[in-house]
T-cell receptor, first 109, second 113 residues
Framework: QKEVEQNSGPLSVPEGAIASLNCTYSDRGSQSFFWYRQYSGKSPELIMSIYSNGDKEDGRFTAQLNKASQYVSLLIRDSQPSDSATYLCAVSGTYKYIFGTGTRLKVLA | ETGVTQTPRHLVMGMTNKKSLKCEQHLGHNAMYWYKQSAKKPLELMFVYSLEERVENNSVPSRFSPECPNSSHLFLHLHTLQPEDSALYLC????????????FGSGTRLTVV
């Protein structure tokens, strides 16, 4: 059974801090990795994709991938209350994603 | 209209009813998906279509019947559902079938009574 594991949280960070969200996966053949943000009552929104080992930065977001250790993480710098949401990790080998259950992030003003 | 549009936003149906969920994408994408999202569970893939051909039926009960008349439209026909089918049903599309990010619709919140 291929799995994607995330800590459900909530992860609480003060405004302006760095939020670190982690995800581990079981399928070593996974090739594509995604982070989605889902506000309460809304649908998921793609915020980052990463395909190779290392870091990928986009604005305040940095995705980190380590295939040898089978984890992917998302860093949010200068966290804002508007970042409060559930963050879903998704892992894909071909076209089928396996989603984690998500980590709920709360940014405290 | 832009993005992926789903209708209705909310649906309450009895176990003997028949209803349909509609999804339309205005992105020129070639792959479309149905997902089910239940509380405290990961998103569950239900069906995958590529260029109107179904490529995945992820062991979904026959009371859920998908239809993809063209690459922009996707339907999910529902009949004789069970209360445990109550969930958020999400439609998504991607550029092609492959390692591409999804654009999700706003979802249909389904309650089976």
């Amino acid at each position: 059974q291929k799995e994607v594991e995330q800590n459900s949280g909530p992860l609480s960070v003060p405004e302006g801090a760095i939020a670190s969200l982690n995800c581990t996966y079981s399928d070593r053949g996974s090739q594509s990795f995604f982070w989605y943000r889902q506000y309460s009552g809304k649908s998921p929104e793609l915020i980052m994709s990463i395909y190779s080992n290392g870091d990928k930065e986009d604005g305040r977001f940095t995705a980190q991938l380590n295939k040898a250790s089978q984890y992917v993480s998302l860093l949010i710098r200068d966290s804002q209350p508007s970042d409060s949401a559930t963050y879903l990790c998704a892992v894909s080998g071909t076209y089928k994603y396996i989603f984690g259950t998500g980590t709920r992030l709360k940014v405290l003003a | 209209e832009t993005g992926v549009t789903q209708t209705p936003r909310h649906l309450v149906m009895g176990m003997t009813n028949k209803k349909s969920l509609k999804c339309e994408q205005h992105l020129g994408h070639n792959a479309m998906y149905w997902y089910k999202q239940s509380a405290k569970k990961p998103l569950e893939l239900m069906f995958v279509y590529s260029l109107e051909e179904r490529v995945e039926n992820n062991s979904v009960p026959s009371r859920f019947s998908p239809e993809c008349p063209n690459s922009s439209h996707l339907f999910l026909h529902l009949h004789t559902l069970q209360p445990e089918d109550s969930a958020l049903y999400l439609c998504a599309s991607s550029q092609e079938l492959g390692p591409y990010g999804y654009t999700f619709g706003s979802g249909t919140r389904l309650t089976v009574v």
